[in-house]
């Protein structure tokens, strides 16, 4: 199937900082890229549709300035993750399609402390 | 709304089959997909199932679909201890597969000895 990593898988920091979080597709190329965030022992939940060339598309509560995700390639996405909070420590995966079917990152987990 | 329900827990023997089970509420979904989870991982796709398909075998993996009760089941035949995971099943609404996905809430399995 295909590959898709993550960078960083996991990643400490203080209050007010600012974190990027890369989602690459490894062999394959990907218009459309998913971020999703996982809280401990829960669901994924989707937070935005990245497309590659143009703005992301959030879902409902998600706020876009929080959370800024640029496709710039075909193969790369990131989610940065602005003036972050205790509260916004989670687990955050990504997502790619190929041939129809979506293959999901390892994960980053963020803990801000 | 789209909806997607699982029961959080199962345990098993060793040997035996597993069936777990979820209900979804969008009937125009085209893709039903099994996702597994090990603790501190990404998600494995497992398998997929297309919405005019009632089942479909995998090796020790088994899908049925009832499309009339939105009700989507997998089975692991001879479950193994290292099939201990959370299973998450997803859908993908609509009639078109935008590669958005809705997730059930997982369901642990455990796999006693």
């Known amino acids: 199937g295909a590959v898709v990593s993550q960078h960083p898988s996991r990643v400490i920091c203080k209050s007010g900082t600012s974190v990027k979080i890369e989602c690459r597709s490894l062999?394959?190329?990907?218009?459309?890229m998913f971020w999703y965030r996982q809280f401990p022992k829960q669901s994924l939940m989707l937070m935005a549709t990245?497309?590659?060339?143009?703005?992301?598309?959030?879902e409902q509560g998600v706020e876009k300035d929080k959370f800024l995700i640029n496709h710039a390639s075909l193969t790369l996405s990131t989610l940065t993750v602005t003036s972050a909070h205790p509260e916004d420590s989670s687990f955050y995966i990504c997502?790619?399609?190929?041939?129809?079917?979506?293959?999901f990152g390892p994960g980053t987990r963020l803990l801000v402390l | 709304g789209e909806d997607v329900e699982q029961s959080l827990f199962l345990s098993v023997r060793e040997g035996d089959s597993s069936v777990i089970n979820c209900t979804y509420t969008?009937?125009?979904?085209?893709?039903l997909y099994w996702y597994k989870q090990e603790p501190g991982a990404g998600l494995q796709l497992l398998t997929y199932i297309f919405s005019n398909m009632d089942m479909k075998q995998d090796q020790r993996l088994t899908v049925l679909l009832n499309k009339k009760d939105k009700h989507l089941s997998l089975r692991i035949a001879d479950t193994q201890t290292g099939d201990s995971a959370i299973y998450f099943c997803?859908?993908?609404?609509?009639?078109?597969?935008?590669?958005?996905?809705?997730f059930g809430q997982g369901t642990t399995l455990q796999v006693k000895p």
């Open positions: 997502s790619g399609t190929s041939q129809e079917t979506q293959y």
């Open positions: 062999d394959f190329q990907a218009t459309t």
């Open positions: 990245s497309n590659e060339g143009s703005k992301a598309t959030y």
């Open positions: 997803a859908e993908s609404p609509g009639s078109s597969n935008t590669g958005k996905l809705i």
């Open positions: 969008d009937s125009s979904s085209t893709y």
